[in-house]
């Protein structure tokens, strides 16, 4: 009974404490001290007659001793007392009300555990002892029944009630928590598996420092380096671990590098040339890194994987882990032998079976040093996701004419049975899937705010960066993005020659198989297409053979397929021109829209508009103004395949080539264009039924420019032949041909002109024009360039590196560069008298005076260094060249009669320059120029001679004229500059003067107070461009700091620069997520153009944006432009 009194007491504390109650721990009716504890049968007589919280007390001592060592308990303590230094468990006053989290009152279960041995002290009194183990003895004899019977048999009443407490404090679960986890390397802390880096020795060198030591060099000082610093240098490192910011041994092939988690390594670094992994020789260095990136290498029959880590200073090719690194090192060993297996057999065996690779595998013994014996298939499936990941980086390394390894059949077996998915890592997948609030709270990199124009277009591209709307989900687009869009197989055109091509419309087929060309199957889906590739293909229908077109074209002579409807319109000499024609039952007319058989039957059919047609000596004729499809355009594969624009070529045809008549629809833009940015519009601007096609722009081949067709009618007496091309093209020749005009007197053979025409601009006596390098040269001849010595002939097999020596290229020189022109000052205006007395007006000619630049002098080009780009030297050398040299007009002036400071006229506008001295070739000299000279300005003095006089116009009159166009005062564009920094490109449209900066974007607050600081009235929103975007199409007027967004039709100009760290050439890991994120603000970009509609869009970028992914980013964001309406155009400035 006693000891039921005790247990009971301990239930009812343990129960209270469980609830949430703090209560006093064994609280004495009697006055009984809650800190101390009875020791002797005397103590026990003073707590009761019936003794029970003594017992509760020796209940008490028994389990505070089974956590620490017990002390000698204080006899009639009435206060506190703790030994710090013996570990003491007695409670003080404060500390003895305890919740169930304090980890100091045991619970029940602990009461009944078995422990006897820690329990036991010699220093605690007989008494206390005999009392504690009589205890025990009863504990254990319970636990072994609990273990027994799952439950406490006990006969009496209180025992029962005593049971059932028991058992619900058993059956309360405790409170799970998740394991903490580093949040580098993702490894569970409490995990026993967890190591840590014991540290670097003392002698460990920094990486930069480590670099620089004599035993990595591999040249001596008597010996030159290598010719240039673009390769980081390569070394070996034995003894390696790899570890986190927070010391944890952690295995680098698991997406952390991938996801820029900073990862660092230590080990002994060995030169290059040293394969003994033994530390003797070898650099200590720490803290390696961070690691960029880990790649393998030797895929040439060698007996072991390169497995090499690159950092910002140097490469390294792994040899052997530390002890502690070992055990993790092994792990990754397999797979990336594994891969090595399969690259190396793939390479000389493309159409092997799964089978042959699995025979391959399981028959290739380990390379000693590797913890396992032979490799099985069962290993080759658990890394399979692994291994197709390194064959798709090794199809990735290798040259564009090499077939992909990934399509092989047996690679698409091992897809197919290990369930890999492609294109994504598993590791981020798989965290994806364990934590999606870690992703929700992830405030990384936001999707990128799209209008449907541009997600349309740019979907396939970014499809992981742009924010989707789930409701797209449409068929049609569905198939339209699993084609990638970006490799060079899907950009490349249809070859005309295969089944498909032969059934499609644009080459006279019926278009009913609807298959895409053989030649065009994209190599990143062919893994999931092969199979159906190869039953599409033979359930492919015979298609005619391609001599069904060259027996339509004998049919020209077939007058029953081409007659004449009506009378001839007009007579023109020995052309009869008609307005119909019927072929093949089938009228034209004039200004119809046909496709043409080309000569070529693989080629496309053409499409053209007829503007005439007339029967003459010829046959039966038409002339064809021909459209060009988006896809001969820079637009590429990436255009409409439904959109044509028009270009200015024509051509004279037989009706006999006209394939069937077509339809070609002038799509204009709307009234209200610019209110109807960022609607739900379908991309698609007519039906796609073989014959229906659109345009909405006129082409320039040249320049690769999209403008809006010319608006050129036609007469009432052309309107039978009226050709816009033609029209075009004669206005482009007219004004391509030099005319002379303001004849002033004849003399010695020759006929004197005030003025001369070309290309719209007039050159007058006393202008300063542009030359071609080679229209004359100076007295002074440029000193030639050192050049290399010629290669050597050595033998290449003893040499094989010799021609590295000796390489003609060397980059950023400028020897290859195209000299700059030549200036002059127009002297004459002349033609030569033919021999009827009249003067030849085709051959014009000027004399020139020359200007010398500085590296024209004998300074040579070191000279140019020093001064100023527009800085000439006047000369009294003459020279007569031809008008067709003439480039461009400039402007000469001399210096010291300037007004205004050489600074400020230079910026004040183009083509301007100036001079201070004259040069004198003869004696090398500098020189003050002449009087003539400074009086350059006043022009039409013709000859020279007095010819001409009160012709000319003076240099104040001239310039006041050419003034008055660029005195007109238009109003600033309001503009919209995103991505602003601090306001560099807004600076150069302010200094323009064309533009008025009202709102700026930029997210980075010290650019933006930089911003703000330069333009104090302009609003600066310091927000992701996509969550503005994002509030503007909801309908917001205001952001989340009350400032005004801008509305639709209030900005008139958009400029920017998205971030181009992910187009740069310098970053080397622009494939990663965060560098596609950067990219993707272009698309964020077009969406701002595409919903606000300015009159002016300006997107700046660096110069490997051009080239980015084969063009395909530039493309693309042309195919956005050209689709909103835009007239546009790009070009690469030279900025340097």
């Known amino acids: 009974e ?180 580093c949040i580098d390397c993702r490894q569970y802390l409490d995990d026993p598996d967890l190591k840590f880096f014991q540290g670097d020795p003392d002698d460990a060198l920094e990486e930069p420092e480590m670099l620089t030591d004599e035993r990595l060099s591999l040249f001596d000082a008597n010996e030159d380096g290598f010719e240039s610093y673009e390769d980081l240098p390569q070394h070996k490192v034995t003894s390696f671990s790899v570890y986190d910011k927070r010391g944890h041994l952690c295995p680098f092939d698991t997406g952390l590098i991938e996801r820029n988690i900073e990862l660092y390594f230590s080990g002994a670094v060995k030169p290059i040339y040293d394969d003994n992994p033994c530390l003797d020789g070898g650099v200590r260095a720490k803290k390696l890194g961070p690691i960029n990136a880990w790649w393998i290498t030797g895929f040439d029959g060698g007996e072991k994987a390169l497995i090499g880590f690159t950092t910002a200073f140097a490469d390294y090719i792994l040899m052997e882990p530390s002890e502690e690194y070992a055990p993790i090192f092994a792990l990754m060993q397999e797979k990336i032998y594994m891969s090595k297996i399969v690259v190396e ?158 059934n499609m419309v644009k080459f006279g087929g019926s278009g009913r198989s609807k298959q895409a060309c053989l030649q065009r199957r994209c190599p990143n889906l062919a893994v999931r297409e092969a199979d159906e590739d190869e039953e599409v293909d033979d359930n492919i229908p015979e298609m005619p053979s391609p001599k069904k077109m060259l027996q339509g074209r004998k049919k020209k002579q077939n007058k029953s397929r081409i007659s004449w409807v009506g009378e001839p319109v007009k007579s023109d000499g020995k052309k009869d021109y008609y307005q119909r024609v019927c072929i093949d039952s089938e009228t034209l007319e004039v200004g119809d829209c046909v496709s043409v058989s080309p000569d070529d039957p693989t080629k496309p059919l053409y499409l053209a508009r007829v503007t005439a047609m007339w029967e003459d000596s010829s046959g039966q004729m038409f002339h064809a103004h021909w459209f060009c499809p988006g896809s001969d355009t820079v637009l590429g594969a990436t255009s409409d395949p439904l959109e044509l624009f028009l270009v200015d070529e024509c051509e004279d045809m037989q009706l006999s080539y006209i394939h069937g008549k077509v339809k070609v629809i002038y799509k204009a833009p709307s009234e209200n264009w610019s209110m109807e940015g960022g609607l739900d519009m379908e991309i698609k601007m007519v039906e796609d039924d073989g014959r229906t096609y659109f345009y909405q722009m006129w082409y320039d081949q040249e320049y690769a420019r999209f403008e809006s067709p010319p608006k050129t009618q036609p007469t009432e007496d052309n309107k039978y032949k009226f050709c816009m091309s033609c029209t075009r093209l004669d206005e482009v020749r007219h004004k391509e041909i030099p005319k002379v005009a303001e ?331 965060y560098s596609k994120f950067k990219n993707s603000l272009v698309v964020s970009f077009l969406s701002y153009c595409d919903y606000y509609r300015p009159r002016f869009f300006l997107l700046e970028n660096v110069r490997n944006f051009v080239s980015f992914k084969r063009s395909m980013v530039l493309k693309l964001t042309l195919r956005c432009l050209v689709r909103m309406g835009y007239q546009c155009t790009f070009g690469v400035l030279q900025v340097g």
């Open 2 to 181: 006693r000891y039921l009194a005790k247990v009971k007491a301990l239930l009812h504390q343990e129960l209270s404490a469980e609830n949430g109650d703090v209560v006093p721990l064994l609280q004495a009716s009697n006055g009984c001290s809650k800190n101390g504890a009875y020791g002797s049968d005397e103590d026990s007589e003073r707590a009761g007659p019936d003794g029970e919280e003594d017992s509760a007390m020796e209940m008490e001592e028994a389990a505070a001793s089974s956590s620490s060592s017990s002390s000698v308990p204080v006899l009639r303590a009435r206060k506190a007392r703790r030994s710090r230094s013996n570990g003491e468990s007695k409670k003080s006053p404060a500390s003895s009300r305890v919740t169930r989290s304090s980890g100091r009152q045991p619970t029940i279960l602990g009461m009944f555990s078995k422990g006897s041995n820690k329990r036991k002290s010699e220093e605690v009194n007989r008494e206390v002892k005999q009392e504690v183990m009589s205890v025990e003895k009863e504990e254990e004899e319970l636990d072994e029944k609990e273990q027994d019977e799952k439950r406490i048999k006990i006969e009496t009443k209180e025992g029962l009630d005593i049971k059932d407490e028991i058992t619900q404090v058993k059956t309360t679960p405790p409170a799970k928590t998740t394991p903490p986890k």
């Open 345 to 502: 057999f793939l390479q000389n065996n493309r159409d092997v079976s799964y089978e042959d690779l699995l025979n391959k595998i399981e028959t290739t013994v380990p390379p000693a040093g590797l913890n396992f014996n032979r490799f099985t298939e069962d290993s080759l499936l658990r890394h399979a996701q692994f291994v197709v990941e390194q064959v798709e980086s090794y199809d990735e390394a290798g040259d564009s004419d090499e077939p992909p390894v990934l399509i092989t059949p047996c690679m698409r077996d091992l897809i197919k049975l290990a369930g890999v998915t492609l294109g994504k890592r598993r590791a981020v997948r798989r965290q994806a899937i364990r934590h999606p609030t870690k992703i929700d709270k992830d405030k990384g990199p936001t999707k990128a705010t799209t209008t449907k124009l541009v997600y349309l277009i740019f979907d396939t591209f970014f499809s992981e960066q742009i924010e989707k709307d789930e409701k797209e989900d449409d068929k049609e687009n569905a198939m339209k993005r699993r084609r990638c869009g970006v490799c060079e197989v899907c950009q490349q055109p249809e070859c005309g020659k295969c089944k498909a091509c032969q």
């Open 743 to 1073: 004849p002033l007197e004849e003399g010695d053979g020759k006929m004197f002109y005030a003025m001369a025409t070309k290309n719209g601009v007039q050159y007058r006596v006393g202008d300063g024009v542009y030359l071609l390098p080679e229209a004359f040269s100076f007295s002074m001849k440029p000193a030639s360039p050192a050049k290399r010595p010629k290669k050597e002939a050595v033998d290449e097999e003893l040499y094989p590196e010799h021609y590295r020596k000796y390489s003609e290229y060397i980059k950023g020189s400028n020897l290859d560069a195209p000299d700059p022109y030549r200036v002059g000052r127009i002297k004459e205006i002349f033609c030569n008298i033919r021999s009827n007395g009249k003067p030849n007006e085709a051959d014009i000619k000027l004399r020139i005076c020359k200007f010398y630049r500085p590296e024209n002098t004998h300074k040579s080009m070191k000279a140019s260094y020093h001064a100023d780009i527009n800085l000439l030297y006047w000369s009294d050398e003459e020279t007569t060249v031809d008008f067709r040299a003439v480039q461009g007009r400039c402007t000469v002036v001399y210096g010291e009669d300037l007004t205004e400071s050489i600074q400020d006229y230079s910026a004040g506008g183009l083509d301007r320059f100036y001079f201070l001295e004259a040069y004198n070739a003869k004696t090398k000299s500098f020189e003050d120029p002449p009087n003539h000279a400074r009086s350059s300005g006043n022009k039409g003095k013709g000859k020279g001679k007095g010819k001409g006089k009160g012709k000319g116009k003076s240099s104040v009159s001239c310039e006041q004229s050419e003034q008055e166009p660029v005195e007109l005062k238009l109003p600033k564009l309001r503009t919209l500059d995103v991505f602003s920094g601090c306001g560099g490109l807004s600076e150069g449209f302010h200094q323009a003067g064309v533009s008025e900066t009202l709102w700026a974007i930029e997210m980075w607050e010290p650019a933006a107070q930089a911003f703000r600081l330069n333009n104090p009235s302009t609003t600066v929103f310091t927000e992701d461009c996509n969550v503005l975007l994002k509030l503007v199409m909801s309908g917001e007027k205001t952001n989340s700091l009350g400032q005004k967004l801008p509305q639709k039709g209030d900005v008139e100009m958009l400029c920017g620069g998205p971030p181009c760290q992910g187009f740069s050439g310098m970053n080397r890991f622009n494939s990663r997520t």
